[in-house]
């Protein structure tokens, strides 16, 4: 069979066009962006890349057309494909009757942490020889790409709440149907196409309605969002987790100062102790969730815990791209006020109170780009020495005037040159230059590594 994927080249689509093709079809596809890493891989897979979005891409007709949800209606090759009236779903739908139906599916769903916890769970099931399949939304560093359709009835997702397509306005996750489920949290977001928080919250409960009373949902132990969700009607059994209410079913004791350790309790048992190359609150609650979302799928939390050691944090979560004359550039997929704060304190635990963090960040999503969380950032970034905010032109908020009680702390720009230059003049050894966009900010990281390798040769 041929398919045709539109929008190929986004993380979630390139995982489906991996697997369309692991299973032997044969697999095209066109985006308005098609630059590696992604069309790398999706070449390297034998997969035919087009850019743009013409309607001849669609001749010969292929089988099926797999329409990604940047896609909609005035598309040249939408047009095309609903004019020609070529057969076309959805990457969900296809994903949950080509590969999903009939397997084990481990969901994790949540405002943030789904990629961290997606990759997390993957590998401790593939540590444990449990061989899963999995489609998450970066690409877990153990593993190498974003998808694979694995050798057992297990299959990891990240369950986005996203809508599906424009034919189809539901989350995504509602077609997963899992078995296990993981909530890691639930906040605000997606103001592109959600009014407020009680539009998600349905959306959740549509996903909660689909678990079987014999599979489990992992939840966090005190988020009110969630419980409201959960107070709707929930026929499954629940597991709770907190990284910081001994109460919860699943928490940590002795954890070390950047929570790079710390002793797993279940219960009033002692399951044993973590030590991994992770920092932060976040990263010590995504851990709890795997490990009790694994123990429901037979791995008991001794090998999961032992699993932890070997793991690998995904790209762009806080991964360290170089280091010039003790200048450190890190980046970071954060791109909302909680993610940015979480992000912030695991490095202010690692580095210490004596090295300068500079945070630089790019307000790109469409929610930021909307400003509906632009008066929380100032206080997000508070633990920064130095914040550098882009503001692009078609920002609808002034980004001067909302970070302007942080006075000197704060410079705005117009150009990443500006910030390149700006950091390249000032940084010295022992700063932590921290870069957070869910884009690739102009290519700004290795930019700042070749400025502070030519700064550093000049001094």
Known sequence: MHIHILGICGTF??????????????????????????????????????????????????????????????????????????????????????????????????????????????WILEDAGLAPGFLIGGVPENFGVSARLGDSPFFVVEADEYDTAFFDKRSKFVHYRPRTLILNNLEFDHADIFDDLKMIQRQFHHLVRTVPGSGLIVAPAADEAIDEVLSMGCWTALERFSAVDSAAQWHPEDVGVAGETFDVWLEKRREGRVDWGLTGRHNTSNALAALAAARHAGVPPKI????????????????????????????????????????????????????????????????????????????????????????????????????????????????????????????????????????????????LLDALAVTAGGR
């Open 304 to 447: 999961a815990i032992e699993a932890l050691a070997g793991f690998v944090n995904v790209k762009r979560r806080m991964e360290l791209l170089g280091e010039v004359a003790g200048v450190r550039v890190y980046d970071d997929f954060a791109h909302h006020p909680t993610a940015i704060a979480t992000t912030l304190q695991g490095l202010r635990a690692q580095v210490g109170s004596e090295r300068r963090i500079f945070a630089v960040l790019e307000p790109r999503s469409n929610t930021m780009r909307m400003g509906v969380h632009a008066t929380r950032l100032p206080g997000s970034l508070d633990l920064a020495d130095q914040v550098l905010i882009y503001s692009p032109k078609e920002l609808d908020w002034d980004v001067a005037a909302i970070f302007a009680p942080m006075g000197e702390r704060v410079a705005v720009f117009d150009r990443t040159e500006a910030i390149v230059s700006s950091i390249a003049a000032t940084a010295c050894a022992g700063d932590q230059i921290l870069v957070m966009s869910n884009g690739g900010f102009e290519g700004i990281h290795q930019r």
């Open 13 to 122: 689509m390139g995982g489906i066009a991996l697997l369309a093709r692991a299973l032997g079809h044969r697999v095209s596809g066109s985006d308005a962006n098609v630059y590696p890493p992604m069309s790398t891989q999706l070449e390297t897979a034998g997969i035919r890349l087009m850019e743009g979005y013409d309607a001849e891409h669609l001749q010969p007709a292929p089988d099926c057309v797999v329409v990604g949800n940047a896609l909609s209606r005035g598309n040249p090759a939408v047009e095309c494909m609903l004019d020609l009236g070529l057969p076309y779903t959805s990457g969900p739908q296809w994903l949950a009757e080509h590969v999903l139906h009939g397997r084990w599916v481990l969901a994790v769903a949540g405002t943030h942490g789904k990629t961290s916890t997606a990759s997390l769970l993957a």
